[in-house]
C-alpha cells in the first residue's frame, strides 16, 4: 500500500509485482526515467542563468524552433533510456525517425519502446513557465532478436504498458501509471530523491476550469464553439473559470488535481489540432483514464486510435469525466 513519503525507489520495489510479466525490467526503466529527469531539472532550474535557453538554431520534425532544452533534455533521456539495456527502440517528438537500440550484444533482446515528448511547452521556457516531460511505454511486438520495426511504435494506447509525464514546475514531480491507478512524486532537490506526495490521483468527476486557447475560436467547428458559450453562460456553477498556460502538462496536472477540461480542438487552420497521439496524447489519456477521468478526440477514445505515423496529430478532449461528455455532446449535434 502506497504511503505518503515512500521514496519512489521503495515504491517501485514494493509494486513491482503489481506488473505481471516484469521481471524488473519495468522498473529499470521508470528508475532510469527518473535520473534523467533529475538531469533535465537541474538545467530547466537555472535556464536563466546560463546561456542554454534561446533557440538551438534547429527546428525540430515540426518544423518548430528547437530551444537549447529540447536538445539538451532529449539527448538526456536517449542517452539515459540507452544505458539501462531494455529499451529496443526510441521515438522522440525531437526526432524524425525512431532510433533503434540494438543492445550491448547488438542482439536486439531488450523488450520494451518507449515514445517521448523530451520538453513539452518549451517555448514557455525564456518567460519562466513551467513545462513537461511526457513517456510512453510499450512492449515490442516484432520478434525478440530483431531490429525495433515502426510497428513497435504505432501500438494503439490501449496497449501501453505504462506512461507518466515529469512536470518541471513550482516543484518538481513525476506522475505516472503502470495501469493501476496514478501517483505523484515529488523530487526533494536536496536530497536529490522523489517522495510519494500524491498517493492514487483521482480525477474529479466534474470541474469548473476549462482550458482551451480561445484565440482560435473563430477558427473551431461549431460543436466546440457552442461548448465554450457553455462555460461562459450563468447558470448553476457556470460560469466556469478559464485557465490556460499553453504548457500541456501543467495545464492538465492542474486539471487533474482541481477538476475541468483541457481542449487542443481541430479548427478550419489545423484539420488535426497541434497535439501528437503517440507521445502526448495517448500518455495523458492513459494517465487520465486511471485516474478516472476521460480522454478522446472528440468522438472516439484516444487509446482507441489507431496510429498510422509517428508524428501525427489528432484532436484533443479530455479531464473530468461528465465535462468531457458534455462537449462530446455539443460536438455530436454537428
Ligand atoms: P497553443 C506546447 O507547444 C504545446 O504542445 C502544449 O504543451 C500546449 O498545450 C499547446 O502546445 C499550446 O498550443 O497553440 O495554444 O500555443
Do not use: W
Amino acid at each position: 500500500m502506497a504511503r505518503i513519503n515512500q521514496s519512489l525507489g521503495e515504491f517501485i520495489i514494493e509494486n513491482q509485482k503489481e506488473f505481471a510479466y516484469s521481471s524488473g525490467e519495468l522498473s529499470r526503466l521508470i528508475n532510469s526515467i527518473r535520473l534523467a529527469a533529475k538531469m533535465v531539472n537541474h538545467e530547466v532550474n537555472k535556464a536563466g542563468l546560463v546561456d542554454i535557453t534561446g533557440s538551438a538554431g534547429g527546428v525540430n520534425t515540426q518544423g518548430e524552433d528547437q530551444q537549447k532544452l529540447d536538445v539538451f533534455a532529449n539527448d538526456v533521456f536517449i542517452r539515459t533510456l540507452t544505458n539501462r539495456e531494455i529499451v529496443c527502440g526510441i521515438a522522440s517528438e525531437e526526432n524524425e525517425d525512431y532510433i533503434t537500440i540494438p543492445g550491448n550484444n547488438s542482439d536486439h533482446k531488450n523488450k520494451y519502446v518507449v515514445l517521448i515528448d523530451p520538453l513539452d511547452g518549451s517555448s514557455n521556457i525564456d518567460v519562466n513557465v513551467s513545462v513537461g516531460t511526457i513517456f510512453s511505454i510499450y512492449r515490442r511486438i516484432t520478434p525478440m532478436g530483431t531490429p525495433v520495426q515502426e510497428e513497435d511504435f504505432l501500438q494503439p494506447g490501449n496497449l501501453q504498458v505504462a506512461a507518466g509525464y515529469i512536470i518541471y514546475g513550482t516543484s518538481t514531480m513525476l506522475v505516472y501509471t503502470t495501469g493501476h491507478g496514478v501517483n505523484g512524486f515529488t523530487l526533494n532537490p536536496a536530497l536529490g530523491t522523489y517522495y510519494l506526495s500524491h498517493p492514487n490521483m483521482q480525477f474529479p468527476e466534474d470541474g469548473t476550469i476549462y482550458s482551451v486557447n480561445e484565440g482560435n475560436y473563430v477558427h473551431f467547428p461549431q460543436g466546440i464553439k457552442d461548448y465554450i458559450k457553455y462555460c461562459q453562460q450563468e447558470e448553476g456553477n457556470r460560469p466556469y473559470t478559464s485557465r490556460y498556460i499553453g504548457s500541456l502538462v501543467s495545464d492538465i496536472h492542474r486539471n487533474m488535481i482541481k477538476g475541468g477540461i483541457y481542449m487542443y480542438p481541430k479548427s478550419s487552420t489545423s484539420q488535426n489540432g497541434k497535439l501528437r497521439l503517440l507521445y502526448e496524447c495517448n500518455p495523458m489519456a492513459f494517465i487520465i483514464e486511471q485516474a478516472g477521468g476521460k480522454a478522446s478526440d472528440g468522438v472516439t477514445r484516444i487509446m482507441d486510435l489507431k496510429p498510422t505515423s509517428l508524428h501525427e496529430r489528432v484532436p484533443f478532449i479530455c479531464g473530468s469525466k461528465n465535462m468531457v461528455e458534455k462537449a462530446e455532446e455539443f460536438i455530436a449535434k454537428y
